[in-house]
């Protein structure tokens, strides 16, 4: 239950070592910037909002420039990718890469205006295509295009948007111009939009002809060309080819550049760095020779950050407790096993200002129950081989995966032990493969019961962790209480509220309902009946004269506290809901069975048992995902609902220190703070 | 004797056959309509693909709980086992009552939970990071059709055969 004690650290350093002394502080990472109440005459902010801009966009180049690598030089990645985390490079590496920043921002210019060049090329390729297309009609004309005629007779090169025989060609001429001396029509080609036409007639006549012509739809090609179609069809091909070996080349240029790109990687990482940079500058004050840096730092940090920059730098520190009124932001520190449920605690809400971190009580509930809710050893041990394997074979993935992947790594082993107690592996395989492969049913038995002969008994059970987790939420209430010395609230809220549920659940215990539900009759001595009574009408009554202690009016008073009293709905609502541990490990048992079941029809020969592996893996598979989901899903519920219900409120403010927030590499840090 | 009184089986039957089929058409509805919102998002970011099918498969849990049912009922009328019980009629209405919370609550709230999954989405798209919140609050739906379940459940191996 941990979250760390923050304090305020102030620096005032001297203007010359600025760059050195956020440098380091960026490597750190243990400083959050905080300096919106630092203000005084003759103290100003920088604006450093060109340069951090011009840093971003060297940034972006770079990656666009690695984006251009990766499409003509792909980088070969593994479908684990995602989980093999940043690279870790030496900072040797890093200064040399940003040593030739100017070399290296030149290349990826290069690379990016090849890019260019090669989509103007590309361009080129598609109006020479079209040019191609417009061509073919004419390809069996064998004059040039712009062909007049000859010094006695005209030509007319075009075409008829429709199909037309010569005939009808001709005999549409005769029809508009019947006083043509002489026409000669010839067709080049047709398809069925157009029929591509030459038609000659003498010099004197053309007017006439064209008149003609134009009534039957004729129009001449949009585009012309000067030389014969064949000719000029075989240049647009050379020039096809040549663009084409242009593109080829520049793609060979962009590939050949391939190895920039570690340098490539660094340099983006280390433009976006001095972005964050620029940023954290705009927010400190600084006079002409000094600037103050001022922030949150971890208490058990700060003595330890102030050595370090007084040792290398002349600066003044101070460190103080921060005032009442702050709202420090949230770091917490729990052990390597409870920390993997902190992902969990971070969906809901961090710890508010007072409260305390629930994540180590909350990880021994959240892996018990998730543990129920899945309750088979198999899938349990498949679960937490799969991830236990990830964890050790990608150990630089990213914090909060390693953190989920360790959560189900623990839940894991809590569905073997449960699935162990309720005899489940693989739902019933055991049964159906002896009683399908050798003839006698073998069935494991269970440590404990097993839930579907038995569903009432786990029933209660469910429910009595349920009211142990409930219990324990009002427990961490009742210890918030205490610390803060509000014993008001403390008996109130809390020990009352303990009194009639012990009260009540005492009485129901001897009860016929219970006795039904339990299908055992419990007999308490008579004190203990007694002192049930004595505690649950103490409570009730406590509950509605207390509940409305802020109020004066005492109606108002009395009927908040009858509102207040009516929460035990609430509680009663709340432990039905862990009936859902019955549920939920009951689908993952019946599902099973059903699977095995299905995969046991199939007969015993060779078909039968690749069929009975394939229906087993699928079905198995199937079963599994469907309900981890559900487990995790509904065992988030519990916590966030029923148990933060009763005492947490979630709101706190993540820890964000000023730290390098790279995108490609990690950067190795030659010390930890 | 009349027809009527050897209808026993058929009762049963027909209440197995509800849990799925209701059940079932819920959870596609339901799964459905939350799938398109989700194929929305994923056009615009792919990179959010896995946390919008986790809170697309939420309302696909009913139709499970329909199956779940339904064999627990094939398996105790004998019908997988290929020598089915001889039910009377009570024995058969009774079952068929037994299979109705988990076919009708399965339907209603899986509907339900489906528009619910889709207003998470909606968050997911917006605000990636309240992952956590947007998935409870379809989840809080399923809790009915988990009630029912268990109804179920209990009243089915309740029954004497």
Known sequence: MSVLQMQRISICALKKDRKAILEELQELGVLEIETSKVTADGLDRPDTAEEKQRSEKQALMLDQALDVLQEYAPEKTSIFASLEGKKLVARGSFLAAVKEREAILESAGKILSLKKKEAENKAEIVKLQTQKEALTPWLALDIPMNCEGTKKTKIFIGSIGSVMTQEEILTRIAQTAPDLSAVDVEIISADKDQTCLTAVCLRTEADRLEEALRASGFSRPAQSWEKIPAQELEEIEKKMEKVRSNIAGIQEEIRSMADLRENLKMLSDYCRTRAQRYEALAKIPQTQKTFLVSGYVAAKNAKKLAQRLERQFTLSVEIEELAEDEEAPVQLENGKAAASVEGVLEAFGLPGKGEVDPTRIMFVFYVFLFGMMLSDAAYGLIVFVACAVLLKKFPRMSESMAKSLRMFMYCGISTIVWGVLFGGYFGNIVDIISEKFFGVTVTVPAVWFMPLNDPMKLLVFSMLFGLIHLFTGLGIKGYMCLRDKRYMDFFCDVVLWYCLLVGLILMLLPSSIFASIAQAHIVLPEPVNLLAKVLAIAGAAGIVLMSGRGRKNPALRLALGAYDLYNITGWLSDVLSYSRLLALGLATGVIASVVNQMAGMLGNGIIGIIGFILIFIVGHTLNLGINLLGAYVHTNRLQFVEFFGKFYDGGGRAFAPFHSDTKYMDIMKEEEL | ?161
């Open chain 2, 1 to 161: 004797m009349s027809i009527f009184e050897n209808l026993g089986l058929v009762y049963a039957l027909l209440g197995a056959a509800l849990a799925v089929i209701l059940a079932g058409m819920g959870s596609a509805y339901g799964v459905g309509i939350a799938g398109q919102a989700a194929s929305g998002v994923v056009t615009e970011d792919p990179s959010k693909f896995a946390k919008v099918l986790i809170i697309q498969l939420l309302p696909g849990t009913q139709g499970i709980y329909g199956l779940l049912v339904a064999f627990i009922t094939l398996s105790k009328i004998g019908l997988l086992g290929g020598s089915p019980a001889d039910l009377d009629v009570r024995t058969g209405l009774l079952i068929l009552i037994a299979c109705l919370p988990v076919a009708l609550v399965g339907l209603v709230s899986a509907k339900h939970q489906g528009r619910t999954a889709v207003a998470a989405i909606g968050i997911v798209a917006k605000k990636p990071e309240q992952f956590g919140k947007a998935m409870l609050f379809p989840a809080m739906v399923e809790t009915y059709a988990i009630l029912s379940l268990l109804i179920s459940i209990l009243a089915v191996t309740a029954i004497q055969v």
